[in-house]
């Protein structure tokens, strides 16, 4: 009788002991099924791809000159600038991806209380990105992987001489205009004495280049009073773009050469189109549909994400700027991983499991 009830006693026990250790540590809902209000948890999102698409642009701004009513006088009118206008001229693109919470991938954790819960750290980024998560098990800290993001090569902006203030009271714009034309003519008269002279140039040819650039610069100046000046500026613009599976194709923007670049579909000009292609290298795991992941709680269980490989196309109208293939996350899948007496630690640019620590 003693031995049985010896036996019964630790068969209790032992219930005892496994139930604790399978009873729900946490349970993990989709966001908005959360109770309001509910402190007893964290929120978590997986990461979702978004395109910064740098569109590299010259300015050109054609100012009229102070004096370009008496132009006509010194030069041939075709050179002479008549209106302020401002030209476009897209030059090149750049794509870089980019990580940013996914708001159809964002869950609560509801974190269990009481004697039977076991040691549970959800560890995520500031804007709520996931890192790792573990129960029982607690992953060392490794600082953060910066990733490099590419510069776009933005050029210098052609010089912008500045007017030269030759207004003197007294004196008209006529003969201002004289004046002007008079020095042109000196200079260029300069110009050419020092390109004939031969052993100048010989003796020391980084004076006379100094000097020929010095010439130069006045020439310019000095005629620009008269038939007005080219302002080139190299910006560049960016637009940021979240690939859709539902619409692979995504209008984004407009570019015109006398508006520029246009967000949204707004404005006229070329349209600028964004092509994502699934290459479904994702296709044949049987995944979980998002309206059964919306719909259920799930106890002991985290959710991560296959990416998937996309083939992006960027075209302004009929000319196509940039085709690269990209990991595009938010086109892959959903899935689940359980996690007793274990670590798991995320990717936070893609939400894939990268590593997993077992006791």
Known sequence: MKRFVTVFMFALLAMTFLGGQLQAQFTTTFAKNATPGQQNGIYYSLPQTMLRLDFIIDEIRMEKGPLSDYASNYFDMADVVEYETTEYKLVDMEMTPMASPDPNALFFVTLATGRGSGKVQFDVMPNGIIRSAGVGVVAEQEKPVVREVPKCCVAKSEPNYDFINLL????????????????????????FFLM?????????PETFKMMSEKLDKMDKEYTSLLIGKRVAKRVVRSVYVI???????QTVAKFSETEGL????AGSGSMITVQTLSLNTTEAINAPSQSAIESMSYENKVFYRLPETAQVKVTCGNKTLLEDRVTVNQLGVLLMAPLTNTCLVFDTETGQIVNMIMQ
């Open 168 to 191: 003197s009271a007294g004196k008209s714009n006529a003969q201002l205009a004289k004046e002007v034309a008079d020095k042109i003519a000196d200079i260029r008269k300069e110009k």
């Open 196 to 204: 004939t002279s031969d052993g100048a140039t010989a003796s020391n």
């Open 243 to 249: 690939p859709n599976k539902e619409v692979p194709n």
């Open 262 to 265: 246009t967000v949204g579909t």
